[in-house]
């Protein structure tokens, strides 16, 4: 088992810049890939962003390539996901998960945190 818990969520004025935390316990975390995703009210769940389990390799959805960032400190334990540029349809809660390898479906990761709420005003 591995448990998943973010953190840095909150509001921001559009423009603003938010750094996401998601701190893993449990199993060994550096042999998961990990993934960012949202799920704005009424949506569905989409991808955001995915490391490896090196940090070798980056993945992004063409709606935040460019202003987001994620990066992983396996001594820590830790990925996060810097949020720069946001704009209020980046207004979601935003999840992160751990599964085998990366990829951009929910139902592939096998574990999930418990969200992190960003909201971005106008």
């Known amino acids: 088992q591995l448990q998943l818990v973010e953190s840095g969520g909150g509001l921001v004025q559009a423009g603003g810049s938010l750094r996401l935390s998601c701190a893993a316990s449990?199993?060994?975390?550096?042999?998961?890939?990990m993934g960012w995703f949202r799920q704005a009210p009424e949506k569905e769940r989409e991808f955001v962003a995915a490391?490896?389990?090196?940090?070798?390799?980056?993945y992004y959805a063409d709606s935040v390539k460019g202003r987001f960032t994620i990066s992983r400190d396996n001594a820590k334990n830790t990925v996060y996901l810097q949020m720069n540029s946001l704009k209020p349809e980046d207004t979601a809660v935003y999840y992160c998960?751990?599964?085998?390898?990366?990829?951009?479906?929910?139902?592939?990761?096998?574990?999930w945190g418990q969200g992190t709420q960003v909201t971005v005003s106008s």
């Open positions: 998960a751990a599964g085998a390898s990366v990829t951009v479906l929910p139902t592939t990761y096998y574990y």
């Open positions: 449990g199993r060994t975390f550096s042999s998961y890939a």
């Open positions: 490391i490896t389990w090196s940090g070798g390799r980056t």
